[in-house]
Nanobody, 116 residues
Framework: QVHVVESGGGLVQAGGSLRLSCSAS????????MGWYRQAPGKQRELVAT???????NYADSVKGRFTISRDNAKNTVYLQMNSLKAEDTAVYYC??????????WGQGTQVTVSS
């Protein structure tokens, strides 16, 4: 069992920035593939960004050039730096930990609200 905890959400004006953090338990964090997803009210959860165990990254088109995912294996933490935030970025942001097809863990989510 892996315990995943997100933090860093909040209220920010459009054009502002936030940095989300996600910590995951376990002594083999460096082998985990990590991801950020978000779910806006009335919408399905969608991928925001992922980072593999070796650092390859992938982004949704809607956030490319504005968001950056990174990881610090020494701290068992993955980050999502969000710049130039827009009202449409408002959502609950979830962190996922992918170990295998049968071992995917999620955090409880952190609310990001962007006021226009």
């Amino acid at each position: 069992q892996v315990h995943v905890v997100e933090s860093g959400g909040g209220l920010v004006q459009a054009g502002g920035s936030l940095r989300l953090s996600c910590s995951a338990s376990g002594s083999t964090f460096s082998t985990y593939h990590m991801g950020w997803y978000r779910q806006a009210p009335g919408k399905q959860r969608e991928l925001v960004a992922t980072i593999t165990s070796v650092g390859y990254t992938n982004y949704a088109d809607s956030v490319k050039g504005r968001f950056t995912i990174s990881r610090d294996n020494a701290k068992n933490t993955v980050y999502l730096q969000m710049n130039s935030l827009k009202a449409e970025d408002t959502a609950v942001y979830y962190c996922s930990t992918y170990i295998s097809i049968s071992e995917i863990y999620w955090g409880q989510g952190t609310q990001v609200t962007v006021s226009s």
